[in-house]
């Protein structure tokens, strides 16, 4: 075999110790800023600053190896798999947030109720309190809250995700029969309806503090639903910034009905975000 | 049998860069695996030198040299830098220099990701001994960091989740490398079932990290807000319950300790049938073993909890589910006994040392199994007993495993035989150091000597002093082995390209140290 078909290995790697330095200064500034410290902000900022050139840097690395074809099915094969694991590790995490959500619903509030094991916490430490849901627990912290309604923008919000699912594999299936303007058209959609979904879920963060009273401090509800949601919406938000490079990219000419790795990892990604919002959706919102 | 030609490749063998800034970019597999070695090797002793601080003053009962914040500081981030920052990293880089090598394939298939896994490391670790110097100092709740008390930590608490999440965003970005590598990159013929033990376990242990490393981002993000937010996710007053965290923590913390045991299995899998000179007994029921344990270890995670007040199913659940994992685990050692029955064994040091974690390893498992019977926990729970238990699982097993494979692989690595006669002395240092040190521990447990406390009632005073000079011997022949691995680098007999009569595997068809790049060609499997 000759060396044009060996598994490309790149040299000199320099942008992972600029993630490491950048990601230090963000987390270690935040740690400070957390402390109290007054100047730590600008730390953070900068951290952010270096990662955010860092991710320019290394995808554009990446991005002019891709375009300049330097990757074949071996190497795109093991993109796929690190994105598929990746994801994998994703979903892992929403689990550990939903196993809380579903632990403190199905177990630790009825025994704070006295129910099962839990008669003696009750009897002696919250004689009076009885299992809800939702609940702000028995010493009622936060205050008086209301609960976020499942069927105004939460609703809304699905629809609009739901729909961006089906733009963006219509893209997809553009990209594969070579209608760029289909594909373009498609992830321009897909882009608008992601940031619409992000634009409605501050809406109604702003609903539930300025209205219902209803913060990450009201109880274990507050805790769950605040969670959960922004952990999602920070994720649609990553993915709706993703689309939209894919959506530059698609503009620039890049992709090709056979090689198009970026474009599928994010769609995967989009589509991961989608099926968390159903769960939420459903466990958070709804029942 | 393998065949290998070599091919002059010439746009991509430059050999390394020179400088500091050749680790600093490296992608290479072999730089990457040396760099994560050395960091174990350094976390390791930096967590042995808190080790001796404990041994120091549980030497006798009574306050002597340190205040009981500072012992607990000290128990905390001892198993907080020998858990992320000695065990796994040496097992990261184990599989770093030898999983390329042993399924045939020309470097690890992310070698940028790769890169940047290794380079957050010595940021997290940084982040997390700098909390030393701040005010409230270090960490101080245990490792297990269960609120409430974590939650009372002072300036260093929020450092050290955040060295927590980075050292996850290491292992998950490891892990995926390491499972893509094996599933992409395996020479033409080198089928699953052929792959090396070690492969295998490494494959499964790298499935483990990405299902925990994730959950324990979660948990530890959840107690970050309650202590800033407001949040109440382990607060009874806002609905929340501190148990909860306990839950979430083993289901991460017991799949966790796997991690750390699973590519030790790998290793004494490699080193027994070498110098036994005899195939594996059982490969694939090794397999289906190491997979068993790795499904089991989801659904055992409670039996950390016994004594928190669960419902009675619960107890009687994870109890049984616990014993089950003595099957797979006994269908391990048995194989490693079967494999050496019979066979022409001589007794080097990797061997020594493999034989040793069979041993010593299966000491720690049967009192795991105590420890697994639920009414007897009641006893033992939080005692010297478990310390005893996983110190042997761990020391005894897991480090000795990874001493194991640095004196198996070492010449191979640096093309340099070890000193024989060294490696040893020590062996036997340390066996003899490590049971003086830990066997007490037993006796301390289940006479009801509470863990993580500084000082002590007057009867567990001979068995502390026992156990504290075996700590300060077993402290000591770890810097001699510092001494042989720096020699070995230095110089010494020239290593031969099989090293070992009776190794087998592609690694030993490579000459001693390999080239730069492994397999620039795949070789043929057959």
């Known amino acids: 075999m000759s060396s044009e078909n060996a598994y490309y290995i790149p040299h000199d790697a320099k942008w992972p110790i600029v993630g490491s330095v950048g990601l230090t200064l963000l987390l270690g500034g935040f740690a400070n800023e957390l402390n109290g410290s007054t100047s730590a902000s600008s730390v953070m900022a900068v951290g952010f600053l270096v990662l955010v050139y860092m991710m320019f840097g290394w995808f554009g690395e990446v991005i002019a190896e891709s375009e300049t074809g330097t990757y074949r099915h071996v190497e795109d094969a093991s993109f796929r798999m690190g994105m598929a694991w990746f994801i994998f590790s994703e979903v892992m995490f929403f689990a550990v947030f939903f196993g809380a959500l579903f632990y403190i619903r199905v177990f630790s509030v009825p025994w704070l109720a006295g129910e099962g094991v839990g008669v003696s916490t009750n009897e002696f430490l919250w004689p009076n309190f009885e299992a809800t849901w939702p609940t702000n627990g028995p010493g009622d912290v936060g205050g008086e809250y209301q609960k976020m309604g499942a069927w105004g923008l939460p609703a809304i919000n699905t629809l609009l995700l739901l729909t961006s699912g089906v733009t963006c594999t219509w893209a997809h299936w553009g990209l594969i029969a070579n209608k760029r303007k289909q594909l373009i058209v498609g992830l321009a959609l897909t882009v608008l309806l992601g940031f619409a979904f992000v634009g409605l879920q501050a809406l109604e963060y702003s609903h539930g503090y300025q209205e219902l009273n209803l913060t990450l401090g009201s109880g274990v509800y507050g805790s769950t639903f605040y969670m959960l949601t922004g952990f999602h919406g920070f994720h649609v938000t990553v993915g709706a910034i993703m689309l939209t490079v894919m959506l530059f990219r698609s503009m620039k000419g890049h992709f090709t009905p056979e090689n198009h790795f970026a474009f599928e990892a994010s769609a995967w990604y989009w589509h991961f975000v989608d099926v968390v919002w159903l769960g939420l959706f459903i466990f958070v919102y709804w029942l | ?526």
């Open chain 2, 1 to 526: 049998m393998t065949t290998v030609t070599e091919t002059h490749d010439d746009h991509h063998d430059h050999g390394p860069a020179k400088g500091l800034m050749r680790w600093v970019t490296t992608t290479n597999h072999k730089d990457i695996g040396t760099l994560y070695l050395i960091f174990a090797l350094i976390m390791f002793m930096i967590g042995g030198a808190m080790a001796m601080v404990i041994r120091l003053e549980l030497f006798q009962p009574g306050m002597q040299f340190i205040d009981p914040s500072f012992f607990n500081q000290m128990t905390t981030v001892h198993a907080l830098v020998m858990i992320f920052g000695g065990v796994m990293p040496a097992f990261v880089g184990l599989a770093n220099w030898m999983l390329p090598i042993m399924i045939g394939g020309p470097d690890m298939a992310l070698p940028r990701m790769n890169n940047w896994s290794f380079w957050i490391l010595p940021f997290a670790f940084a982040m997390l001994l700098g909390t030393f110097f701040m005010d409230g100092g270090a960490p101080a709740s245990g490792w297990t960091i269960y609120p409430p008390l974590v939650l009372q930590g002072g300036n260093g608490f929020p450092f050290m989740i955040f060295a927590i999440h980075m050292m996850g965003i290491s292992s998950v970005m490891g892990a995926i490398n390491v499972i893509v590598t094996i599933l992409n990159m395996r020479a033409p013929g080198m089928t699953l079932m052929k792959m090396p033990l070690f492969v295998w376990t490494w494959f499964i242990t790298a499935y483990l990290l990405i299902a925990v490393m994730p959950v324990l981002a979660g948990g530890v993000t959840m107690l970050l807000t309650d202590k800033f937010y407001d949040t109440t996710f382990f607060n009874a007053a806002g609905g929340g319950d501190p148990v909860l965290f306990q839950h979430i923590f083993w289901f991460f913390g017991h799949p966790e300790v796997y991690i750390l045991i699973l590519p030790a299995f790998g290793v004494v899998s490699e080193i027994i049938p070498t110098f036994a000179r005899k195939p594996l007994f059982g490969y694939s029921s090794m397999v289906y073993a190491t997979s068993s344990i790795a499904f089991l270890s989801f659904i055992v995670w409670a039996h950390h909890m016994f004594t928190v007040g669960m419902p009675l199913q619960g107890e009687l659940f994870f109890m049984y589910a616990t014993m089950l994992i003595a099957v797979p685990t006994g269908v391990k050692v048995f194989n490693w006994v079967s494999t050496m029955w019979k066979g022409s064994m001589t007794f080097e040091t990797p061997m020594l040392f493999a034989i040793g974690f069979v041993i010593m390893f299966t000491i720690g498992g049967f009192s795991g199994l105590m420890l697994a019977i639920a009414p007897a926990d009641f006893q033992y729970h939080d005692t010297y007993f478990v310390v005893a238990h996983f110190h042997y699982v761990l020391v005894t097993g897991a480090i000795y495993a990874i001493m194991a494979s640095a004196y198996y692989w070492l010449p191979k690595w640096t093309g340099n035989m070890y000193n024989e006669r060294h490696g040893q002395i020590h062996f036997w240092i340390s066996t003899v150091s490590v049971n003086v040190l830990f066997f007490p521990q037993h006796f301390l447990g289940l006479a009801g000597m509470p863990r993580r406390i500084p000082d002590y009632s007057i009867q567990f005073a001979e068995f502390n002093m026992w156990s504290s000079i075996g700590g300060f011997v077993f402290g000591l022949s770890q810097v001699f082995f510092c001494y042989i691995v720096y020699k070995t680098i230095k110089g010494g007999e020239k290593a031969t390209d099989q090293v070992w009569e009776g190794a087998n595997g592609l690694e030993w068809t490579l000459s001693s140290p390999p080239p730069y790049h492994s397999f620039t060609t795949a070789p043929v499997i057959k």
